[in-house]
């Protein structure tokens, strides 16, 4: 299986300290990934380097079957290139009802020509009614966001990002604040949204990367330091001593 996105040998060096060390990493186009690392690892400037927020020192972010260099584009372009971040904070807006906010999603990422074009209609009505159903929340359209749940705006703010159909899909800890039952309908979103495209979930919560069930890339000082199954990394001895404290 040829990889979605394939980075190799970047690093990254801020002020003198190497935050991303010579880090390789790929992930196939139906794939559910999740990475973990202790706090200062890297994961959060390694997405950066992925969107295009931070230009790696050296090495190479090649996307999609043509191989394009994800490094001669910027955000916008990124985004539209098909990979959509979420933060860990959910930022929808809170006055406009559910099915707004998946309308303005609709409207929004194409670029700005298009948004001076773009029009309701029904084909946009039936689009943000299939957006609501792939998150859970066809029964909240007309809620306003800010009356939902913790777990329902993040899965909203989701909702809004598949509104551009982005290829990857790259999620900073989605449990975080979560109720036990919001994490298991996490769980079974994101594992149903990778079956068509490829999920990398940035997670500290490690009974929620094991519900997962995928494989699992272990960051320490800016590189790789285990990739597998959970089970595999969590019995590497590299891994219990620096990410497990045992
Ligand atoms: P993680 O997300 O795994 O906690 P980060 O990618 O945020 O790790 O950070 C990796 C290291 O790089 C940290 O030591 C952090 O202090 C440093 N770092 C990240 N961004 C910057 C920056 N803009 N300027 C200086 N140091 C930075």
Redesign the pocket.
Known sequence: MSALLEVSGISKT??G?R?INNLSFSIGAAELRAVI??????????M?IVTGKTRPDEGQVLWGPNSQSLLKMNEAQIARAGIGRKFQRPTVFEDQTVAENLTMALKAPRGPLDVLRWRPSAASAARVAELAAEVGLSEALPRRAGELSHGQKQWLEIGMLLASDPQLLLVDEPAAGMTLAERELTTTLLCRLAETRAVVVVEHDMDFVRRLNCRVTV?HQ?AVLAEGSLDHVTRNPDVIEVYLGR
């Open positions: 801020f002020d300290f935050a690392g202790p706090n200062g690892a890297g994961k959060t400037t390694f950066d960051l800016g």
